[in-house]
């Protein structure tokens, strides 16, 4: 095992591997930066099949998270905690209080929250021994991130049918959770017509009702013929086997690592779909995150989350003219920006 010839280590600011034998946690911290505030970054509980896949998850995700706050205009760097275990049989409040510990010996460096795993609830646990966390506070993300998702679809609509207007645009969602919902309501005034697919059959039920959506089974969402594919559910959806099978001109979406892996950007730009990197997409969950620290304010911060839009249009741009996938223009944009933290 090895952190600084890992391929994800990208001199990360600092990495901490925590063990509390009373509660048996084990859990790494990674800081990619901490920015000119701190560094922000859920806290996720996984069971890993190997040691390494959860420092090679804490230490991307963390960068990614970097990347994500640098391109959402935020003064902040990321972070990401890993707890290995499986969170249903593993997970006690004496391992969560563990963690809060572990998070509060950092000083504020890393601020943290929910994440796969890890609930509103689990949060609330850690607070009880550290300040240094966010999430329980009646403030749901989701509605800002339907919202840059919105602002999103709109950008690549005006680069590719030279109009943001959604009127009669046939888009495909999958994922009808806490977001995915949000943004049906959001195309849905936007004029737009639906297609939907969730494992779920009561979150399906629900828009088919409110906004007259159109279901489609989970398994067949992704090869509709729609000018959008919105993936809100998953990660890893887009991938070289799936890809060929788009029928989307725009991939724009709200779940998190979309491509199973970066050359998959190559992918889509070879088939000619433009896709909105993820971690621009939904930046406005993160918006909403940090305002939590500064006075919340919601009309500002879906005010922010309108101008993911902006930063998207400037991605495409520096794609075509560096000939690049959207992803890699993406962190080219996000490494120019974070340069001096
Ligand atoms: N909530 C936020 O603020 C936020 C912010 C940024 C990114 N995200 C990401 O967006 C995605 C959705 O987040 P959420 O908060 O809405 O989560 P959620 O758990 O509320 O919703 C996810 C939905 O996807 C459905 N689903 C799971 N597998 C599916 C499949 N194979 N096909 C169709 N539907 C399936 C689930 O049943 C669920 O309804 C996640 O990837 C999350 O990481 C969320």
Known sequence: MTVFHHPAFDDHERVVFVADSKSGLRAMIAVHRCGPRNAMGGTRMREYALEADGIGDALRLSQTMTYKSALAGLPFGGGKAVIFGDSGRDKTPELLHAMGSAIDRLGGHFVTGEDVGISVDDVALMRENTPHVLGGEGVDSAQPAAAGVLASIQA??????????????????????????????????AGARLLVADIRPDAVRRVVREFDAQEVSSDDILTQPTDVFAPCALGDVLTPATVPRLKAKVVAGAANNQLSAPIVGALLRDAGILYAPDFIANGGGLINNAALLDGYDRTRVLQDCARIGHTLTEVFELADKNNTSTNTAAAQLARQRTQNL
């Open 156 to 189: 690549a609509a005006e680069r590719v049918w030279g109009t943001s207007d959604l009127s009669g645009r046939i888009i495909a969602v999958q994922g009808l959770g806490k977001v995915g919902y949000w943004l049906t309501r959001m195309l849905a005034e």
